[in-house]
């Protein structure tokens, strides 16, 4: 009776450890926040991205407490459209997501993005660690020199800390898959797939 009783207390010590190793080596999540006008269609250049776990279209680089859309774009609230993404670190690197936003931003406009103008449609990367704020100066010059041969303009995305992020309404979230039609007919009247093959020469892929 002892023997299997102590056989299985070392059962359950073992069962036990395997779940501590297994919690502790179980990939957790990092967070991205990127700006580049409508966060319709940031989220959309997004969640095409192996590794994202999820998108959330919202408000970032304000002070006013639980802004509202309807604020936020009167342009006077310091609050800039953009979406937090969610990732998983041992499937997409964060330098794999700033790829995916340089190709997704017109980077010589800073007065808005495509037929988007205004404050709140600034482009600009929220680091969220030193770590995310070295990589993306690191990939603005990268970016600088590779667009130099091309063009005489400077790149003006703006790199910034993260500060508080503010969920938009209900319905603005997956607006490209609850609403395709009109998603669709707005994203090719503002442009912005002509003017990023344009800039960057490329398929739009990601």
């Known amino acids: 009776m002892l023997r299997r009783l102590l ?3 070392g059962l359950a010590v073992l069962i036990a450890g395997s779940s501590v190793a297994i919690s502790q080596t179980a990939p ?4 991205a926040t990127f700006g580049s006008g409508c966060f319709w269609c940031t989220e959309s250049d997004f969640d095409k991205v192996a590794g994202v776990v999820d ?23 310091g609050y800039v459209e953009v979406v937090r993404i969610t990732y998983d670190p041992s499937k997409v690197t964060y330098q794999r997501l700033l790829d995916v936003y340089w190709r997704n931003v017109d980077p010589f406009d800073a007065a808005g993005q495509f037929c988007d103008k205004g404050n709140h449609y600034r482009p600009v990367i929220f680091a969220h660690t030193p770590e995310q704020k070295k990589l993306a100066d690191e990939s603005k010059v990268a970016k600088a020199k590779e667009l130099a ?9 703006s790199i910034e800390e993260a500060m508080p992020f503010t969920a938009a309404e209900a319905y603005h979230q997956d607006f490209y898959k609850k609403n395709p ?5 707005y994203r ?19």
């Open 7 to 9: 056989g299985a207390l």
């Open 181 to 185: 039609g009109h998603y669709n007919r």
């Open 149 to 157: 041969a091309k063009f005489k303009f400077p790149v003006v995305v």
């Open 188 to 206: 090719t009247g503002c442009g912005r797939d002509a003017r990023l093959e344009k800039v960057w020469a490329k398929p739009i892929t990601n």
């Open 55 to 77: 998108t959330t279209s919202g408000f970032m680089g304000g002070t006013l407490a639980n802004p509202s859309y309807d604020m936020v774009v009167t342009g006077k609230t």
């Open 28 to 31: 957790s999540t990092a967070v």
